[in-house]
Each structure stands twice: as structure tokens, then as C-alpha cells.
């Protein structure tokens, strides 16, 4: 495997958003969302599938935030990855019943997903993959499609409710991948994909990058559907703080950090994100990614 790419084994960790209101973005993670509060202080709350987990989403309520504008760079989505189809279709029957609204329900040939926003106005993607071994292929890339999610046949694989109690977002569901929208496409590649180290996976949308380790479909996209040359938005706005991305192998995270201080003349900080030590970086948007070794 050449040096400059990720490990397979790489993977994506947390993303921590700003939000406006505490409680009630508290509430909606846990009600709506179905995730346990796993860490709370003055500073944040974490959500996670189990009250002993490290934190797949991170609140931060900021003083005077504001909700981010939409023709600025920032989080498009961040996208919660089930483990199974009926999982999906459970979530989807729960939305429905606390009468959430979805902003879409899309068939991605990889992967099916449900859309919707936190009270913030912050971008969720809920969603389930299909076996690798189905994704279509045309000569390197993935042609990952957007058609409308047939709803009838997901409701049809939800196992019934035995015991009336809530939806909760089951074990094994972590964060899957991270949506952002650039200023420019070209220097969202270099760092992703020159620095870090993640693969090219499809150019095949227009104004939009998709970028994997280890033939994932994506962990990472770039967007410039709010505008070449988008601004960033105002310091106090809602949206995107940071994300994680997990890289096995003390050696293959070395060399990460040596090609940010070397390509980017960039020095990462040092940051303790969840009980886990880490190396914060900013992408050409000010988008932070935390680096962390694997456990």
C-alpha cells in the first residue's frame, strides 16, 4: 500500500456540532434521534448508543449562537450508520410516529438514507449499506445513485415492537460518514485526499468529491453546491466544531501528522476528545478534524 493513503481499517469517530439550545437539542437526540447521553459537563453532552461510550455526537451550546447560513462552508450532513436494514426501517416508523419530518428518503444503489435536521438546522443523514459486493462499478469508480427510497418495501423488513418501549438506535451503530461544503473543490482534494490520505472514490456528481478509506463508499464528501468561493460562517454560528478520524497504527497516524506539518506548514493541536488523546487540524474551510489512534 503506497504511504500516502489511509489504513482500510480507517474509520470515522465523533462529530461535534454547535447548537443554540441545550435542553433542547438534549432532548431531541435522545427522544427523537434515539441515542443515551453518555457525557455531560458545563462544556458539552455526548450521545452515544451506550451510556459507556465515547461520544458519537458532541453538543457544544455557545452563548449567543446563531443558526448558520446555508450559502457559507460548513457541515452539509453528518450521517449515523446502522447496522442493518431493519434497524433503518425501525427508525423510520419511530420519525414517523413522533412526527419528525424527513427532508428526503433516498436509494444510493450503496446505501439507503433517510435525511432530516436537528433543531438547528444541523444535517443528518440516517442510513444502512448494502452488501459491498452489490455496489455497481464502472472501471474505478463507484456509481453511487439518488432515487427515491421505496418506503413500502424498507417498512416491510421492521420487526414488530414487542414490549412498546421507545426506538433506540441499536448496538453497532456508529458514525459513518462526514458531508461538507467547501469553498473549492480542488483544495478540499489536496488536503483529503493529498494529505490525509484518503482515496478518490467517485467524481461523478456534479460540484462533489467523494473520498473513503479501505473501498468505503465515503467517509468524507465535499460539496460546492453553496458556491465556489462560499464564505465560512460567522464564529458563533450552529453547525460543524469538528470530527473525528480513527487511524489504526501508531506508525500510519506519524506519518499523517508529518504531512500536515510538512504540506500545510500547519502544526496540530493537541486535543482530549472523550477520553481519547488526539491532534486537532483545520481543513482550506476551517472545518476541524481531530486525528486519533486507534484503541
Avoid at 465523533?14 to 447521553?37: C, N, P, W
Avoid at 443558526?67 to 423510520?92: C, N, V
Avoid at 458556491?227 to 487511524?247: C, E, H, K, M, Q
Wanted: hydrophobic fraction near 40%; charge should be negative.
Amino acid at each position: 500500500m503506497p504511504e500516502h493513503r489511509l489504513p482500510a481499517e480507517t474509520s470515522l469517530g465523533h462529530v461535534r456540532i454547535r447548537v443554540t439550545d441545550r435542553a433542547r437539542a438534549e432532548s431531541f437526540y435522545q427522544k427523537v434521534l434515539g441515542m443515551t447521553l453518555c457525557r455531560s459537563s458545563d462544556q458539552e453532552a455526548a450521545f452515544d448508543v451506550r451510556p459507556d461510550g465515547s461520544g458519537i455526537v458532541v453538543i457544544e451550546a455557545t452563548p449567543g449562537a446563531e443558526q448558520g447560513p446555508r450559502r457559507a462552508t460548513g457541515l452539509f450532513h453528518f450521517a449515523i450508520l446502522l447496522p442493518d436494514r431493519p434497524s433503518l426501517a425501525r427508525a423510520f416508523r419511530h420519525l414517523h410516529a413522533v412526527g419528525w419530518q424527513l427532508q428526503g428518503a433516498s436509494d444510493h444503489a450503496v446505501s439507503e438514507a433517510l435525511y432530516l435536521a436537528d433543531p438547528d438546522g444541523n444535517g443528518i443523514e440516517i442510513y444502512c449499506d448494502r452488501p459491498r459486493e452489490s455496489w455497481p462499478q464502472i472501471g474505478p469508480e463507484l456509481q453511487m445513485t439518488t432515487e427515491r427510497l421505496d418506503l413500502a418495501s424498507l417498512l416491510s423488513e421492521a420487526p414488530p415492537s414487542m414490549d412498546g418501549s421507545p426506538w433506540r438506535m441499536p448496538p453497532g451503530t456508529r458514525l459513518g460518514h462526514i458531508h461538507l461544503r467547501v469553498s473549492q473543490l480542488d483544495a478540499a482534494e489536496r488536503f483529503y485526499h493529498g494529505v490525509l490520505g484518503f482515496d478518490i472514490v467517485t467524481r461523478a456528481y456534479p460540484g462533489a468529491l467523494f473520498m473513503s478509506a479501505g473501498g468505503y463508499h465515503h467517509h468524507v464528501a465535499a460539496n460546492v453546491w453553496a458556491g465556489v468561493g462560499a464564505p465560512r460562517p460567522p464564529a458563533n454560528a450552529t453547525g460543524l466544531i469538528d470530527f473525528s478520524v480513527v487511524i489504526p497504527g501508531d506508525d500510519a497516524l506519524e506519518r499523517v501528522l508529518d504531512r500536515i506539518r510538512s504540506e500545510t506548514s500547519t502544526e496540530p493541536q493537541p486535543v482530549w476528545i472523550g477520553g481519547r488523546a488526539g491532534w486537532r487540524v483545520e481543513d482550506p474551510d476551517g472545518n476541524g478534524v481531530v486525528l486519533i489512534p486507534e484503541d
